[in-house]
């Protein structure tokens, strides 16, 4: 059973920060894309952001186009989520995930494609 590790969930108040990290195994971390996704109370669960294996590539959802930045540290196997000007809506479960590719694979949104999945952490946010 693969195990993500995700941290820095917490409470914070609308417009503040904070910072998500995610780490995978070396052996399933050095050969995937990387992503989050979010459940919000009864939402389905969504899309946040996306990078490439070699950081090269990302993408967001227009949600969260210019508050939130993904990026990844490959000499620790970790995935970060860097999310500013949080808003009451970013409120959710956030997950992290591992989508197995080869390097010049495009990165995808669909969370049907990734392999390995977080238990999650919770952010929110107080208005």
């Known amino acids: 059973q693969v195990q993500l590790a995700e941290s820095g969930g917490g409470l914070v108040q609308a417009g503040g920060s904070l910072r998500l990290s995610c780490s995978a195994p070396?052996?399933?971390?050095?050969?995937?894309?990387m992503g989050w996704f979010r459940r919000a109370p009864g939402k389905g669960r969504e899309f946040v952001a996306t990078?490439?294996?070699?950081?090269?590539?990302?993408a967001y959802a227009d949600s969260v186009k210019g508050r939130f930045t993904i990026s990844r540290d490959n000499t620790k196997n970790t995935a970060y989520l860097q999310m500013n000007s949080l808003k009451p809506d970013d409120t959710a479960i956030y997950y992290c995930?591992?989508?197995?590719?080869?390097?010049?694979?495009?990165?995808?949104?669909?969370?049907?494609?990734?392999?390995?999945w977080g238990q999650g952490t919770q952010v929110t946010v107080s208005s």
């Open positions: 070396g052996r399933i971390y050095s050969r995937a894309a």
């Open positions: 995930a591992t989508k197995s590719q080869i390097l010049t694979a495009p990165i995808t949104m669909d969370d049907r494609e990734y392999d390995y």
């Open positions: 990078i490439s294996r070699n950081g090269g590539s990302t």
